[in-house]
């Protein structure tokens, strides 16, 4: 017969006993929280091939990202070959980087950078998110729901590539916003719009492990062709890949980041906060103890 409830909540606790619970549940709701995508298989995710020497800069990817989102062309003045806004914002989710490079004879000149969301294999900004305003589709793209961002912006703060944007002009309803992968259009069975509407093959669409070996393969057949590959490794992996016959870091791309997922560098720190917190109120704990037996014997 189970004893009265009563009795249950009345039998004493020990401090230890109290400590050692408190340190598991506390423990316990600090552990990151893993979801189907880390157990997918990331080499069917949808992924793009950037080949930066078959790049034109003629900016028909960031137009047709342009009209996917309702927002009108580009103005003819700006359409083709020539500098844009140079930067990501809230209505602009790709957009082309015109970096201005010196050549070795003396001479300057233009090489366009297509830039857009790199769809991290383990994106921080999805770990980072309190309210799973962001979140992996099956496809491998990283998705935002307006319906439960809270506006906090830590998700612009987490992004080692400085992607997601948030609609500073707007103060009632602001909104973060940033490539979709054209997720959409993916489940759908189509490409992207910035790949269907790029005129040179320089945006190649595909399954990850293909577009691997795809770009492999690129520099087995010319590898003095191309000098530098991008996105297989870093932070992870991402499912974005660049080809150039530049060094990546006179492109823009950073190139000090790690090869492994930056949600588990963040772990290490985090997981050290239930100890913290508990030896910090231990301590506290003990000095008003000190105090008020001092206090009682004055």
């Not at 991402?238 to 772990?267: K, N």
């Amino acid at each position: 017969m189970s004893e009265p409830r009563h009795q249950l909540f009345a039998q004493p606790v020990s401090r230890r006993k109290f400590c050692g619970t408190s340190l598991s549940l506390l423990a316990a709701a600090t552990l990151p929280s893993f979801g189907e995508g880390e157990h997918a298989d990331t080499s069917q995710y949808g992924a793009v091939l950037v080949d930066l020497t078959r790049c034109v800069g003629c900016r028909s990817c960031e137009n047709a990202c342009l009209v996917r989102q309702g927002y009108p062309e580009l103005p003819a003045a700006n359409f083709g070959y020539g500098p844009g806004d140079g930067q990501l914002t809230f209505k602009t989710r790709t957009f082309v980087d015109f970096r201005q490079l010196d050549g070795i004879d003396g001479t300057s000149h233009r090489v366009p950078v297509k830039r857009q969301c790199m769809h991290c294999l383990d994106p921080a900004c999805v770990s980072v998110c309190p309210v799973a305003a962001l979140e992996k589709s099956p496809r491998g793209s990283v998705l935002w729901r307006n319906d439960r961002c809270i506006g906090c912006r830590y998700c612009l703060l987490a992004c080692p590539f400085g992607v997601p944007r948030y609609e500073w002009d707007n103060a009632l309803t602001p909104r973060v916003n940033k490539c979709d992968f054209c997720d959409d259009r993916q489940a759908a069975g189509l490409t992207p719009a910035c790949v269907a509407a790029c005129p040179t093959g320089a945006l190649k669409f595909g399954k990850r492990a293909d577009m691997l070996r795809e770009m492999q393969a690129r520099v087995d057949a010319q590898p003095d062709r191309y000098v530098t590959m991008y996105g297989d490794h870093v932070v992870g992996g991402t499912s974005w890949f660049y080809l150039s016959d530049i060094p990546m870091e006179q492109l823009g791309l950073p190139t000090s980041l790690p090869t492994v997922p930056m949600p588990a560098l963040t772990w290490n720190w985090l997981s050290k906060v239930p100890f913290i917190v508990i030896g910090l109120g231990l301590i506290l704990s003990s000095v008003f103890r000190l105090r008020s037996r001092g206090e009682r014997h004055a």
